[in-house]
Nanobody, 124 residues
Framework: QVQLVESGGGLVQAGGSLRLSCLAS????????MGWFRQAPGKEREFVAA????????YYADSVKGRFTISRDNAKNTVFLRMNSLKPEDTAVYYC?????????????????WGQGTQVTVSS
């Protein structure tokens, strides 16, 4: 059974940075497309970023493009989300997700495995 565990969330001032990590276990991590999603209070879960098996292909939501960077280390079964120039509207619970499909996608329905989430709070 695949397990995903996020870490690295916290409280940061606007303009600051955080790096989220997601450690995978119980599966073949290097064969999963990995994604990050977030959910703010009262809002639906939204796509943030995704990365291909090899790490050569990435895809970002327009709202984070140029500020966030997704990367992965297959040797360590870990995917990262570097978040710079954080804004109060980035406040949310951030979820790591894994997909067994080949396509790098923003559709949460295509992801098979989910972590429990880590809270990111950006103060103004």
């Amino acid at each position: 059974q695949v397990q995903l565990v996020e870490s690295g969330g916290g409280l940061v001032q606007a303009g600051g940075s955080l790096r989220l990590s997601c450690l995978a276990s119980g599966g073949t991590f290097s064969r999963y497309v990995m994604g990050w999603f977030r959910q703010a209070p009262g809002k639906e879960r939204e796509f943030v970023a995704a990365i291909s098996w090899s790490g050569n292909s990435t895809y970002y939501a327009d709202s984070v493009k140029g500020r966030f960077t997704i990367s992965r280390d297959n040797a360590k079964n870990t995917v990262f989300l570097r978040m710079n120039s954080l804004k109060p509207e980035d406040t949310a619970v951030y979820y790591c997700a894994g997909s067994t499909r080949e396509l790098v996608t923003a559709f949460h329905e295509w992801y098979d495995y989910w972590g429990q989430g880590t809270q990111v709070t950006v103060s103004s």
